[in-house]
């Protein structure tokens, strides 16, 4: 069934579309299973939860780091995260920056914009993103990069709503795109849409999907 809901998923993306199959909570049988279909990149939202199915998997897997992030964490997935996608502080980004630099890497950043209603959503706005990506300070984290910015919609049946949370999301980044081309933040990905909207997420400009019921069926809960 995951091979099945992991093809019809692909051919209903554009080519230029990331998608990362959200495992949280999963089996490590079912995350082989996506992997013998061809799936190579993950999302877990527990930084010990993914650190468990790293050491259990192939190591051609690329891991992202999709919940919120506690800075202490950080160095137990610093030797491996390929991307970060809730960065909603610059604290956290300087300790990305340390834990990367032990391990002489260069790790990729999400920055986590506030595009919901909701007050549960964590999330920088527009105006805090700007001052990061224009920040002296950000010049000096080496061992960082920040590619993109990643939204979560409102969890709303509303789609007037959410076109207007993801299109507002794009317009920043498509705006910050032309103004941003630093050593270390330069603007490709924007991570936008989930299981439930990720199709209007990509009618509006998102390059990369989050999916897990779609792929796995529903969660399970720890």
Known sequence: ????????????????VTLVAVSKTKPVADLQEAYNAGQRIFGENKIQ????????????IQWHMIGHLQSNKVKYMAHFVD??????????????NKQAK???????CLLQAK??????KFGLSFNDIEEILNSLELKDLKNIKIVGFMGM???????????????SLNNFFEAQKLKTDKENSQLKTLSMGMSGDY????????TMIRVG???????NYN
């Open 153 to 167: 919609a409102t969890f709303t049946d509303n789609l007037e709503q959410l076109q207007e949370e993801f299109s």
């Open 49 to 60: 939860e993914m650190v468990d199915k790293y050491d259990a998997l192939p190591k051609d």
């Open 1 to 16: 069934m995951i091979k099945e809901n992991l093809s019809k998923i692909t051919q209903s993306i554009p080519e230029n």
């Open 199 to 206: 199709k209007l997420a990509i009618e509006n400009g998102s």
């Open 213 to 219: 019921s779609s792929i796995f069926g529903t969660r």
């Open 102 to 108: 032990k391990h002489n890497r260069v790790i990729n």
């Open 115 to 120: 595009i919901a209603k909701e007050e549960t």
């Open 83 to 96: 991307l970060i996608h809730g960065v909603d502080k610059f604290s956290t980004l300087k300790e990305i």
